[in-house]
């Protein structure tokens, strides 16, 4: 994907998807929400980012490692629909590895209490898996 994209990252998770959009032309990134996936129609809450941010190319967060476990997996089942749903954006795998960790750190560090930090925690590990993908 190119600088000038408007990409959508999403921090998957079986609970929680937090999504971060980098706005143009590519250079910072903004954490938006934290989506419950037992009570939102997810793929249909992403058509609705993607229209509403203008996203031209999607990022999916996987955690980069040598053996592959159940939420491997279920990043690929994911993968594959979001495919499905959105033929025309282009979509990779990025790391993502301990950015939730560091979402944690940062909470901490501001003082943000402890149930506005459940709801926006994958949002800002989304937010700083696009930053590093950003900057390289």
Do not use: W
Not at 14 to 24: H, Q, R, S
Not at 71 to 76: A, G, K, T, V
């Amino acid at each position: 994907m190119n600088n000038n994209a408007r990409i959508l990252c999403i921090d998957f998770g079986l609970k929680f998807i937090g999504f971060a959009v980098a706005d143009y032309p590519g250079i910072t990134a903004r954490a938006l929400e934290t989506l419950r996936t037992d009570k939102t129609d997810v793929l249909a809450a992403i058509e609705q980012i993607i229209a509403r941010e203008n996203v031209t190319g999607l990022l999916l967060g996987f955690p980069y490692s040598d053996t592959e476990g159940d939420i491997h997996r279920n990043i690929h089942a994911f993968r594959e629909k979001l495919a499905a749903r959105f033929p025309g954006l282009p979509l990779e795998y990025v790391d993502e590895s301990y950015s939730s960790a560091e979402a944690d750190e940062l909470a901490a560090e501001t003082g943000i209490g402890k149930n506005r930090k459940k709801r926006s925690q994958d949002s800002h590990a989304a937010k700083i898996v696009l930053l590093r993908y950003l900057s390289r």
